[in-house]
């Protein structure tokens, strides 16, 4: 399969892991067996922060949801970056580069602080990352050389 298509099928999953991962928000822990022991203190606690009333919940629900905006924004740079990929692989690379190292990151804090989904689907879509990579690395090289020879003109 050509890079790109990896890129693709990476957004795809990343996408997949937006909608999960909102989903399984939307089930507060609190409503849980013991949820509300740990929860209820969380909620009803408030302290003042940089002007603000805030609680741990607050802080809890709000990295929850930066989280989903982050796994959505993932999920159109490498959709983007597939397009990108196959104009100027060149320009692609890096920025490849740098989204495999997060979702490694993310793969990493997953299988440490959560449970087997989190980590295994970053796992997935940092292979189609890497696997783009190779990709891009092999089986672009002649395009690499003819945008070489263009800019050299």
């Not at 809890?60 to 104009?87: C, D, H, K, M, P």
């Not at 970053?122 to 089986?139: D, H, V």
Request: glycine share 8%; with cysteine; hydrophobic share 50%.
């Amino acid at each position: 399969m050509k890079a790109w298509i990896w890129l693709r099928v990476g957004a795809v999953l990343q996408a997949i892991g937006t909608v999960l991962h909102t989903i399984a928000s939307w089930d507060p822990p609190s409503r849980r067996p013991g949820g509300e022991a740990v929860f209820g203190p969380m909620q009803t606690f408030h302290f003042q922060i940089m002007g603000a009333s805030r609680s741990h919940w607050d802080f809890y629900r709000g990295y929850e949801l930066s989280i989903t905006v982050t796994f959505a924004v993932f999920a159109v740079l490498i959709w983007q970056l597939s397009n990108l990929s196959r104009t100027d692989p060149r320009q692609a690379v890096p920025l490849i580069v740098t989204i495999l190292v997060a979702e490694i990151l993310l793969s990493a804090v997953g299988w440490e602080y959560f449970f087997a989904g989190p980590g295994g689907m970053s796992i997935l879509i940092g292979a189609c990352l890497a696997t783009s990579l190779f990709g891009l690395r092999r089986n672009d090289q002649p395009m690499l050389a003819t945008s070489r020879a263009a800019k050299a003109s």
